[in-house]
């Protein structure tokens, strides 16, 4: 059966079992080309047109972004193609409650903006690890989160977001699944390694442009196929696989709450205590403790473009519902023996795994629905999902290992040491990564966006919590906080290791792990384990020494106006620019073995080429310049503005949390 969209050849395709190329036709070869060439082009604009060989230039783009990029890279980064294909998944098998911990983002990008980032500008932090070292001094906490927030990015972030990609390309393509991740990640790899992070946001901001595109031209041919949205509802809840066996109606019947967004809090899949207080502290980690989001609010030009840039987020954050969850949900209707598949039989055929297929809803709406050409376009919204997050990903974990963990190993490394360093890094990330996608594979019933959120439970509140008592209690010391993130860790694991070793299993094959250890809801272990957490902190905080206002100047919210001098804790270990002399008194001893024209190539590619007349800065230019990198004030128009933003923000966010309640 063929139609016609808009001069557009529409085939509507027989079932498939997932391993046949569609994407074979000129219409879509040219848009996935035309794609990846536009990409390509502005990362290297940003390429050219920044400073890559400083840790400044790299890492934070110079502190020179406005607020539109910005907050279509807090975006970009975070809805990856683990978004799209977990989202849709989840609703697929479960309704619109997914939808919760998006709508939770309105409210917690407010105080990303308002809280936590004025509190790290005036501290003049590069990384997360380094804030809590200059708030508490000693290197072992800031070691810890590094290390922690490196293993969440393989174990939650990469390997996920690959995998996503992964089904993705198998459906569409037909290719290896390993070949596929490869090549994708050597073209992300490409312009991260080689632009640093303004390089990342300004292809953060084209990749937000073509997924939103790409997604609303789908919502609307999924809506077209189901009817309108009242069939969409009426359908969806007699959407029932047609083999089922012997199996139980509760595993493949939809749920009587499909289109509930609170739920019970005892028989709920997602029940409304957990999504109300356990996920704000999930989303708490993600939006106002972890390197990816916070690293480019730090590198704007100023706190009130940092404010709008999260505003901008929180209204871009409303889109999943309609773009992710819905035609998940729609999916299931039109594909009910593939997305619904309840028969682990039928799911190993279609999908690979036993456990489930509806990671395969987005996908197999995408392959089966679009026509040629708009089908290319979905593919590289697809790309330029798992694309941007990855980039984000990529530049934040070569950025902590670089300033955290490498400067212990090399206390005296020059700067363009720790440039190479730090790219290597991302190399070897990758091949980690691409090691755990089997693990992800199966866990969580195959909901991915399950298995992301089971893992940052067990293992951020503790994080959540030194970070908030670290802000908001100036009583709270380094011994409390560290203990407080040891206990913590302990108590996450003893939760984690069992349920990978016994396994989530599923509706159809239960897990036999230990109802004490497993039973317990993630969201609700979530509660449980940051409410320990705090009271060791507090506990043991208040048994031990404090730490002097002096150390704690704009460290804290009760602190945070002090203009006083800061005597910091520690030292750090390593200081920008500091082997500058050791590098000049270099070149004059090696001026006449000069790099050859292959390899001043390599350089510059890398952003790496020496800068030649440095002018060397005052004393007084440099605290000049320190200053303004962490100054936080305002023009009253501007802050104005963006209060009265955020207000209205807060009110869209309750508006649709009490409409779909």
């Known amino acids: 059966m063929s139609r016609d969209y808009f001069g557009f050849s529409y085939v509507k395709n027989a079932a498939r079992n997932g391993t046949s190329s569609l994407l074979n036709n000129a219409p879509d070869i040219s848009v996935i080309v035309i794609y990846f060439l536009v990409v ?36 970009a980064s975070n809805i990856g193609s683990g978004h799209f294909v977990g989202h849709s998944g989840t609703a697929a098998a479960a309704g619109i409650a997914i939808a919760a911990f998006e709508l939770n983002a309105l409210i917690i990008v407010v105080l990303l903006g308002w809280v936590f980032v ?32 490196l293993c969440l990015y393989v174990f939650t972030k990469i390997s996920a977001d690959m995998f996503s990609g992964a089904i993705f390309i198998r459906q569409a393509l037909g290719l290896n699944i390993y070949l596929a991740v490869i090549a994708l990640l050597a073209i992300t790899a490409l312009y991260t390694v080689t632009g640093g992070l303004a390089a990342v946001i300004y292809t953060d901001t084209l990749q937000t442009i073509i997924m939103l595109a790409g997604s609303f031209v789908l919502m609307g041919f999924a809506f077209n196929e189901v009817g309108g949205y009242e069939q969409f509802q009426q359908r969806y809840m007699t959407a029932v696989p047609s083999i089922t066996g012997n199996i139980s109606e509760e595993c493949y ?25 356990g996920l704000t502290i999930q989303a708490t980690w993600y939006f106002c403790t972890d390197q990816v989001i916070v690293q480019r609010c730090l590198s704007a ?22 773009l992710m969850v819905f035609p998940g949900m729609i999916s299931r209707i039109l594909y009910p023996d593939e997305v619904a598949c309840v028969e682990p039989a039928e799911c190993e055929r279609f999908c690979g795994t036993e456990v489930g297929c509806t990671n395969f809803a987005y996908p197999k709406l995408v392959v089966d629905l679009m026509p040629n050409g708009l089908r290319g376009l979905m593919l590289s919204v697809m790309l330029a999902s798992l694309m941007s997050s990855l980039t984000s990903i990529f530049n934040s974990a070569s950025t902590l290992f670089t300033m955290d963990i490498y400067t212990k190993i090399r206390r005296s490394a020059s700067e363009r040491e720790l440039m190479i360093a730090g790219r290597i890094f ?15 594979q199966n866990a969580q019933s195959g909901q991915l966006f399950d298995y992301v959120q089971s893992i940052t439970s067990y293992l951020t509140p503790p994080v959540v919590a030194v970070f908030m008592l670290a802000i908001f209690c100036k009583r709270v010391n380094e011994t409390g906080a560290f203990y407080g993130l040891m206990i913590g860790l302990v108590i996450g694991l003893c939760r984690m290791i069992p349920e990978f070793v016994y396994g989530t299993g599923s509706c159809v094959n239960p897990s036999n792990c230990p109802t004490i250890i497993c039973g317990v809801h993630y969201l609700y272990f979530s509660i449980i384990l940051f409410t320990i957490s705090c009271i060791i902190i507090l506990g ?122």
């Open 540 to 661: 043991i905080s208040l048994m031990t020494k404090p730490i002097d206002d002096k150390h704690l100047y704009r460290l804290c919210w009760t602190l945070r106006n002090n203009t006083e001098e800061r005597i910091d804790i520690e030292v750090d270990d390593w200081i920008d620019n500091q082997n500058d002399k050791i590098m000049e008194i270099d070149e004059k001893e090696h001026e006449k073995e000069k790099p050859g024209l292959c390899k001043k190539a390599i350089l510059c590619f890398c952003g790496l080429e020496q800068q030649k007349d440095t002018v060397k800065l005052t004393p007084e230019e440099e605290e000049e310049m320190k200053r303004k990198l962490t100054d936080t004030s305002e023009v009253p128009l501007w802050r104005n503005v963006v209060n009265a933003n955020a207000l209205i923000l807060l009110c869209v966010a309750v508006f649709f949390h009490g409409f779909y309640a």
């Open 253 to 277: 019947k939809p749920r009587a709450d499909s289109f509930h967004l609170f739920r019970d809090a005892i028989t709920g899949d997602l029940p409304w205590p957990g999504l109300v207080f």
């Open 118 to 149: 004025p509190i790290y500008i005036r501290a003049g932090i590069v990384t997360m690890p380094e804030y809590l070292k200059k708030r508490f001094g000693g290197q072992r906490i800031r070691i810890y989160l590094s290390v922690l927030s």
């Open 426 to 440: 991302i190399l070897a990330l990758i091949g980690v990564s691409i090691a755990w996608i089997p693990v992800v």
């Open 40 to 75: 390509l082009a502005v990362g290297v604009w940003a390429m050219v047109r920044t400073n890559r060989s400083t840790v400044g230039g790299f890492f934070l783009a110079g502190r020179s972004m406005v607020w539109w990029p910005i907050g279509a890279s807090l975006f």
């Open 301 to 322: 030009k100023s706190l009130s473009h940092v404010k709008a840039g999260c505003i901008l987020c929180g209204y871009l954050k409303l889109l999943p519902m309609f």
